[in-house]
Structure formats: structure tokens, C-alpha cells
């Protein structure tokens, strides 16, 4: 029977079933795909000897040998030791100890041939090799003193180098390779090999670049799992993007009248942003798409206009925020603009409850309000709309594509805007929201001044504190950020303590505020409270500053061991700052000696306020290997892809996908089917439940 790349790795032939658990633990799952996509992390150098006696003590060889005896040890902890010869006629001992004697008598048979690699020693004036590895397929005919390279894996308990070689070669022999559903013509262009000759270089390496990233080999894989990854999104997309049947009105008398009402006219990224939604808005099939916007870019109001459209065309719109607070703080903001045009806003939290919440649900069912702001649970609950046009969705934590999906098993039909307010780099972009359209809101309104970002020693720290009094005396109000450190909750909040009792010392106990993961929210609201009215001047906080915080009179930001922070934390953490129209300052403290990684970091944020910018550098310069956090962001765990390296290969993956389903949106043409199978060799479970409902 042929062996499967989907087949159970039991189906190995010679596979020792007591390896089975830890194996498909170390290789992320239990088919023999699992197995022979777990990718080498280097290579060592091995070199082919007819003869020992050139060898040098210590050196990686690999022998053909003759095997002529197997001498078992006569006491307990003494090795086995089995006689052989070289093709030069040299003697070579294989040294095992606690050996299992009939398994070596098995894999070193008597008076055979045997090919095996290791170490060569000399112990006295015989040659030896300790616990070598047979290789049960060595690659044939190879000119003496050929070097060869053998990969090295990730291992784990009870799992060595040499059995991993061994199943791995196994399987390579064993399996046979699906359909290709790569086009050739792709395959061409790039230069990429089939399937089955990409997993045979992948274990086979010639020379250490081709483990790298951007050998050909693991470049086509990658690709493979990007594109996978996308037909997902593509079929999520095609899922939710089906025809509403009407569209809607955009420049009609609301949105007309919201627009002349307003204190400021729109950016240039504003308008041009507004003019995609107004596009999207307009035509018959629904609308799935991503506004990515720097904090402060004014994301807001042109969800206000865009559901003006809703409003406009007889139906309803929707604003969901991540949390009570800001689902409170868009209403605050949104009523009296609305209210006057005669736009009814009602704003329903998880804070309603009994007779209130009993109308708020009516109101909403009936039809007799507008526009309904609340939290994520909006959809979760049983909200009835009236009728719902458009869904604006808030973001600030992920609403991933699972969630996006749940919209669409509520049967609704409306469109859908969903809000960032994180700059992400543009390959996290399209792995995370390859399914929606994605608008940029970059630049911020005008008027707003440069936050001025400053590098400053830890040793320099009397200067730092006589010039904060300074600012102070004037009125300013401070944030202090300790770090994590090291993920210890306790030790951060000791620096936190110690740095507020530190501050303490000097502006006066009632001047400085503290506020940390560990209070309650009691606590904290309070904390948060006095820094807001102005009761306390500093306020020292260990990296959870409330999201969405707004105290326009703070203007100076310290972040204490800042070297240790990411880009993109850090700009997030700057953008509490520079809120007012006030001249706001950062200070990034850092202590000494500082990376050189660093140190690129903390020059690019003195250097720029751009998020996106910012984004795409923390990117390159920690490399994918050192995603943070790569589980809670939602992103998938790529086995082959590096974000960096393979950054070109996103947007010809979402392009493809696209091109693919939309000539073949039910995957049933021979490459289709062959498409199939990739899904369900990467898990793609959702999407081929989509492809099966569709
Ligand atoms: P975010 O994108 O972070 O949600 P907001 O929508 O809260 O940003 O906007 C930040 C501030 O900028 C708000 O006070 C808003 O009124 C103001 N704003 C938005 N657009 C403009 C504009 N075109 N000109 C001037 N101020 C603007
Ligand atoms: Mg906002």
C-alpha cells in the first residue's frame, strides 16, 4: 500500500510505536507531512572515507564497513563492541553501550556491507566510532573525501538525531507525493521544485545555505503554507462578501449634514479613505474591509460619516468597541454630533441591565434608533436589529477571522468596517486580514506637534529629574513606564514600587501616583482618576496603561529601560503622549550596555513618529524567529515562513488565491482538487467546511 503524506505516521514501515507519542509531539502532529516538514536548524559536515587511516581523530566521517564480529561485553556497564573493516582493510570498532544485542545483530548483520557515520576516535592505536548512526540509505557512489552534510533537527526526550534521520529517510522513500497544485508556470518563474523534490532537499542539504530560509526548497514550502493560509481568507471572503442584493446611498442628507457640521475639514487620508468605503458601500455585494490607522489618525469620524450612509439608506448602523469604556467614550463623542441631524444614538453596554436594557433592545429591534454603540457583545448576545447596514467594528484587540465568521453565521448581511488602531507591518496585515480590503489612514490631523523623543543614559539620571521638576513647575503632567521584567510580575513591580517610592522621595508623596496589574480595578480607577484630575503630577505604571486612556495634560512620557522594549510597544506608549496642543516630550531611559539591536530601535523612534514605519523596521530588525506573543495575535504558526525573508511571497499568495477561486470557487478542477489536498495537509478545516456549505 502507498504511504500518504495525510497517513498516520503508525503506517511507517519499521516505526517503533513506543517513538510515536514523542515524535508527533517534536514534529507537531502525527502524519507523515508532520514528520517531513519538520525542518533541519543546521548542518554538520561529514566526510565519505574509504580509508580510516587518513582520518583525523574527531572528525564527522562517514565508512563503509564490513562486519566481521560482535563482541558482547562479559561485565555489566561494558560496552559492545563490533568488529569491522574499512574498504582500505583498517580495523574500526562500533562501540555501543547497553547495547539491546539482538536490535545491533539486526541493523549490523554479519559479514555484510554496512554504511555508518560518527565520530572517529582512536582509543590507543584503534580506530572507533562511539554509538554510531547506520545509515540505512546512503546516498550512492560517492567520490572519496566527498564532504556531506547531514541536517540536524530540534530534538526531544527519547527522540535522537539519528532516529529522526532514520524515519525521516523512511518516509521520503516510502511516501508518494500528491498532485502538484502548484502551476508550473509559477513553479518556472521562481525557480521553485516540485513537492517531492522540495522535501527531499529539505533533508538532504548540499550546502548549509540550503536549510536557510530562502533556499529555493523551503521558499516553495513557505509558499505552500502562505497559500494555503489564503485560501482560507479567500474562501471566508467569498463567504462573506456574497451578494446583499442592495446598495447603499452615499452622499445623502445625514452625511452631507455631518460633514458641514463638524469643527475641521478631513484629511487628505480621510477623504481618500471615505471615498473607498463610499465605493464599497455602493455596490451590491457586501463590504469586508480593514481601516488601519495610527492612534490619533481620526478613525473615528469617518465611521461616523460612513454610517451616516447607512443611516441615509434607511437602515442601521453599528459601532462595537472593545471595551465598556470606550463604547461609553465613542457615545460621548458621537451623540451630540448626531443627535442634532436628528440621528437617534443609543448606546447599549454590558452596564444596562433590567427595565433600561428591556427598551435599549426594543429601541433596537424596532428600529427606532439609528445608531447602536456598544461592546463586541453586541453580536454576541441576542440583539435583534432592524435592520443593520453597517457593522463598525472597533478593534483595538483581535477580532480575528473566526470572529468575523461568527458575523456571518448570524445570517446577517450587513457590511462590515472593522478599525485598527495598531500599525502592523504589511505581511502580518495580510496573514491576519487577507480576507477584508485593507484602507491606510497614515499622517494625523494637522496641528499637532512633533513629539520631541529623546535618548537618555540611566547614568544621567539627576540631570532627567531636575529637568521634570522643571516641567512640573510649568504644569506638566508625567508618565513613568517600568518594564517587564524578564516576565516576572513580581520583580517588575519591585522596580515599579521601588521607582515610585524613588519619585516619591523627590516630588513628594502626594505628587505621585502608582498603578500596576496586581491592584484591583478599584484600585486603579482610582489611581487613573487622581492622575487625571491633576491630584497627583507622576504617575509610575508598569506597561498596562489603560487602553484608550485619554489625559490630554500629560506631556512628558519616561520609559525606564526602554532598550528593552519593542517598536511598536514603544510607539504605542509615546502615542499617550502629544494628545493636547501642548509641546509633548518622550524620554527613553536606557541602561547600559545596550544591544546593538537596541540601540537601531531606539534611534529609529527618536527619528519617527510613523507607525507603520516603525512597524515594518521592528519587523526586520527582530526577524520573524522573534514574533512576540505570535499565539495571542492570532497569526498562524507557520512552520516554513519567515516574515521577513518571504515578505514578496504575501501578496503573490492573496493574489493567487483570489485568481484561483474565482475560476474555480468550489476547488473541483484536477488542480483544485489538488488544492484540496493542501488545505488538508495544513489543517484547514474551516475552509474546507466553507468549500463543502458553498
Ligand atoms: P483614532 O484614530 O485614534 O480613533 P480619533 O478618531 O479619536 O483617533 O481622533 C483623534 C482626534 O482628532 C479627535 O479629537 C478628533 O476629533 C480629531 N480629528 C479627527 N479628524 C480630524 C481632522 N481632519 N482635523 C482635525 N482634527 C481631527
Ligand atoms: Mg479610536
Known amino acids: 500500500m502507498p504511504l500518504n503524506l495525510s497517513d498516520s505516521l503508525q503506517h511507517l514501515s519499521g516505526m517503533n510505536a513506543?517513538?510515536?507519542k514523542p515524535l508527533a509531539h517534536l514534529v507537531g502532529g502525527d502524519r507523515v507531512f508532520d514528520l517531513l516538514t519538520h525542518a533541519p536548524i543546521d548542518t554538520i559536515a561529514r566526510q565519505s572515507l574509504s580509508d580510516v587511516s587518513t582520518a583525523q581523530a574527531g572528525q564527522q566521517v562517514q565508512l563503509s564497513l564490513h562486519i566481521l564480529k560482535h563482541a558482547h561485553a562479559f561485565r555489566r556497564g561494558a560496552p559492545t563492541r563490533v568488529h569491522a573493516v574499512d574498504t582500505a582493510g583498517n580495523s574500526v570498532h562500533l562501540v555501543f553501550f547497553n547495547a539491546n544485542k539482538p536490535f545491533l545483530e539486526k541493523i549490523l548483520p554479519l559479514q555484510k556491507q554496512v554504511t555508518v557515520a560518527g565520530t572517529i576516535d582512536k582509543y590507543n592505536i584503534q580506530w572507533q566510532i562511539i554509538h554510531p548512526e547506520v545509515v540505512k540509505t546512503p546516498v550512492p557512489a560517492k567520490p572519496d573525501n566527498d564532504?556531506?552534510?547531514?541536517?540536524?533537527?530540534?530534538?526531544?526526550?527519547?527522540?535522537?538525531?539519528?532516529?529522526?534521520?532514520d524515519v525521516i529517510g523512511t518516509a521520503l522513500q516510502k511516501v508518494e507525493m500528491p498532485a502538484e497544485w502548484l502551476d508550473a508556470t509559477l513553479l518556472g518563474q521562481h525557480k521553485w521544485p516540485g513537492l517531492g523534490q522540495?522535501?527531499?532537499?529539505?533533508?538532504?542539504?548540499?550546502?548549509?545555505?540550503d536549510i536557510q530560509a530562502d533556499a529555493p526548497a523551503r521558499t516553495r514550502l513557505a509558499f505552500d503554507e502562505l497559500l494555503a493560509h489564503q485560501l482560507g481568507l479567500a474562501l471566508v471572503r467569498t463567504h462573506m462578501t456574497a451578494p446583499r442584493g442592495v446598495s447603499f446611498t452615499t452622499h445623502g442628507p445625514k452625511r452631507q449634514a455631518l460633514l458641514a457640521a463638524l469643527p475641521f475639514t478631513l484629511t487628505h487620508a480621510q477623504t481618500h479613505v471615505l471615498a473607498q468605503i463610499d465605493t464599497d458601500m455602493a455596490a451590491s455585494t457586501r463590504m469586508l474591509r480593514l481601516l488601519q490607522g495610527?492612534?490619533?489618525?481620526?478613525?473615528?469620524?469617518?465611521?461616523?460619516?460612513?454610517?451616516?450612509?447607512?443611516?441615509?439608506?434607511?437602515a442601521q448602523g453599528a459601532l462595537m468597541a472593545p471595551t465598556e469604556i470606550l463604547a461609553r467614550q465613542h457615545a460621548t463623542t458621537l451623540q451630540p454630533?448626531?443627535?442634532?441631524?436628528?440621528?437617534?444614538?443609543?448606546?447599549?453596554?454590558?452596564?444596562?441591565?433590567?427595565?433600561?436594557?428591556?427598551?435599549?433592545?426594543?429601541?433596537?429591534r424596532d428600529g427606532m434608533a439609528d445608531i447602536i454603540i456598544g461592546t463586541h457583545a453586541l453580536f454576541q448576545d441576542q440583539v435583534a436589529f432592524q435592520n443593520l447596514g453597517l457593522a463598525v467594528i472597533d478593534e483595538q484587540h483581535r477580532f480575528g477571522v473566526h470572529q468575523r465568521l461568527q458575523l456571518s453565521a448570524k445570517g446577517l448581511q450587513n457590511d462590515v468596517l472593522v478599525m485598527t488602531a495598531t500599525p502592523i507591518p504589511r505581511t502580518l496585515a495580510l496573514t491576519l486580514y487577507g480576507?477584508?480590503?485593507?484602507?491606510?489612514?497614515?499622517?494625523?490631523?494637522?496641528?499637532?506637534?512633533?513629539?520631541?523623543?529623546?535618548?537618555i543614559s540611566a547614568d544621567r539620571m539627576g540631570e532627567l529629574i531636575a529637568g521634570l521638576a522643571r516641567h512640573i513647575t510649568q504644569g506638566a503632567q508625567i508618565y513613568w513606564v517600568c518594564p517587564l521584567v524578564e516576565e516576572s510580575e513580581i520583580m517588575s513591580l519591585a522596580a515599579a514600587t521601588a521607582r515610585h517610592a524613588d519619585l516619591q522621595q523627590h516630588f513628594g508623596s502626594a505628587e505621585v501616583g502608582l498603578i500596576h496589574g496586581q491592584m484591583k480595578d478599584s484600585e486603579k480607577d482610582a489611581a487613573m482618576a487622581d492622575f487625571m484630575n491633576g491630584r497627583t503630577r507622576i504617575l509610575v505604571a508598569t506597561t498596562v496603561i489603560e487602553v484608550g486612556v485619554n489625559v490630554p495634560s500629560a506631556t512628558v512620557m519616561v520609559i525606564e529601560h526602554a532598550e528593552r522594549f519593542g517598536l511598536a510597544q514603544l510607539h504605542q506608549l509615546r502615542g499617550r503622549v502629544g494628545r493636547g496642543s501642548a509641546a509633548s516630550h518622550c524620554v527613553l531611559l536606557y541602561h547600559n550596555p545596550v544591544s546593538e539591536t537596541a540601540r537601531a530601535r531606539l534611534q529609529m523612534m527618536r527619528d519617527s513618529e510613523d507607525g507603520f514605519l516603525l512597524a515594518e523596521k521592528d519587523m526586520e530588525l527582530r526577524g520573524s524567529?522573534?514574533?512576540?506573543?505570535?499565539?495571542?495575535?492570532?497569526?498562524?504558526?507557520?512552520?516554513?515562513?519567515?516574515?521577513?525573508?518571504?515578505?514578496?511571497?504575501?501578496?503573490?499568495?492573496?493574489?493567487?488565491?483570489?485568481?484561483?477561486?474565482?475560476?474555480?470557487?468550489?476547488?473541483?478542477?484536477?488542480?483544485?482538487?489538488?488544492?484540496?489536498?493542501?488545505?488538508?495537509?495544513?489543517?484547514?478545516?474551516?475552509?474546507?467546511?466553507?468549500?463543502?456549505?458553498?
Open 18 to 20: 513506543r517513538l510515536l
Open 198 to 209: 522540495a522535501l527531499n532537499a529539505l533533508h538532504s542539504p548540499t550546502r548549509n545555505a
Open 337 to 364: 454630533l448626531l443627535a442634532p441631524l436628528g440621528v437617534r444614538v443609543v448606546c447599549l453596554t454590558g452596564r444596562d441591565k433590567g427595565k433600561t436594557r428591556t427598551l435599549l433592545l426594543k429601541q433596537i
Open 294 to 314: 495610527d492612534v490619533g489618525s481620526g478613525k473615528t469620524i469617518v465611521a461616523a460619516l460612513a454610517l451616516m450612509n447607512a443611516v441615509d439608506s434607511g
Open 435 to 455: 480576507d477584508m480590503d485593507v484602507s491606510k489612514l497614515d499622517g494625523k490631523p494637522p496641528g499637532r506637534q512633533k513629539i520631541d523623543t529623546r535618548l
Open 625 to 694: 524567529g522573534d514574533m512576540l506573543g505570535t499565539r495571542q495575535s492570532g497569526l498562524p504558526d507557520f512552520r516554513m515562513v519567515d516574515f521577513v525573508v518571504h515578505r514578496p511571497l504575501f501578496e503573490i499568495a492573496r493574489d493567487a488565491a483570489r485568481y484561483i477561486l474565482s475560476r474555480d470557487p468550489h476547488l473541483v478542477s484536477p488542480q483544485g482538487r489538488a488544492l484540496q489536498t493542501l488545505l488538508a495537509l495544513h489543517r484547514r478545516d474551516t475552509a474546507l467546511s466553507l468549500l463543502l456549505s458553498g
Open 147 to 165: 564532504t556531506q552534510l547531514e541536517p540536524i533537527y530540534p530534538l526531544t526526550q527519547g527522540i535522537t538525531t539519528r532516529i529522526l534521520r
